[in-house]
Each structure stands twice: as structure tokens, then as C-alpha cells.
């Protein structure tokens, strides 16, 4: 009951509160959007996948390694699956810097990677190696396969179909 009496007391003083704080503002003040910025080129690792390093693109209609002629609608990125600690990737110095030759010399990341490892064990993920890769390609996306379309009984002498073509 008193959580229901507080929100009738504390809304409409929080609702005056921000008009008067908002009557000094600028009413078509707006936020920029950021610019796109093409990821594609980073690390698994600096793009949000936690599971691994190694990538690749599948269709996810054929089950297989995508080609130039997938659509973008059917294409999936797989990781393959080898937990470590971010450590284990990147290079904090250059973290868009090559994949660290020796990561221990990093002196964190014996304890991180403790800690990871350890969850990753607890949590039964399956270590992967490139051999989960698949070796075809898509088969289903194709120049052979891709769709023809041909208009015909289009009469060019009709005025109003000059106009459509």
C-alpha cells in the first residue's frame, strides 16, 4: 500500500522537477548518430565472441562454408570453441596488434586464465580445433541456381508501357 502512496507523491515532483530542468534546454537538441563503423576486419574477440579467436561463415541453409554467391540473409558466424582469458588474444599494448606469441609474458594472465579455464571445465564446453571447420561450400547458392526473370507479352508500341520499362 505505501509503495503505491509514495509513487502518487514522488511522480509529480520528479515530473515538475525535470520541466523545470529542461525548460533551459534547447527543444530541438539532438544526439548525432554515430557513423557506421565496419567491424569486420577485428578479432572475434574485440567483436563480442567470447568462445574463440578463429572464425568462418556459414550458410546456414546448406550447412556449409559460405561463398561469394550466399546471401547475407543466410550467412552465420561460427566460432570455434577455445575459452581463454581475453589475454590470451590480444596484446593490451596493441590490442589490434597480431595474436600474442607468448601470452604469459603478460604478467595478468596466469591469473585470469586460471579462472577461466576453470569455469569453461565447469561449464563442459568442448575444446574445438579448425578441424570443426567445414571443408565444402555452398552448393545451394550457386550462379547456376540463381533465379532468371524474364518479362514477356510486353507490347513496347503501348505508350503507357514505354513509360514503365
Known sequence: MEKKVAGFIVAPLWNEFMR????????????????????????????????????YIMDSISGKRATEYTPPETRVEKIVSNVHTILHWIDRNDPRGPVPENPFG????????????????????????????????????????????????????????QTAL
Do not use: C
Request: proline share 8%; aromatic share 10%; no cysteine.
Open 20 to 55: 523545470f530542468a529542461l525548460a533551459s534546454t534547447s527543444p530541438d537538441e539532438r544526439f548525432e548518430r554515430a557513423p557506421e563503423v565496419d567491424t569486420s576486419s577485428l578479432k572475434p574477440v574485440l567483436r563480442g565472441f567470447w568462445q574463440g579467436n578463429l572464425s
Open 106 to 161: 603478460d604478467s595478468q594472465y596466469s591469473h585470469w586464465e586460471f579462472g577461466v579455464r576453470k569455469w569453461a571445465v565447469e561449464k563442459g564446453i568442448v575444446e574445438e580445433n579448425e578441424s570443426v571447420i567445414p571443408l565444402q561450400f555452398d552448393d545451394v547458392h550457386t550462379l547456376a541456381n540463381k533465379p532468371r526473370i524474364s518479362i514477356v507479352g510486353i507490347d513496347p508500341s503501348i505508350p503507357w508501357m
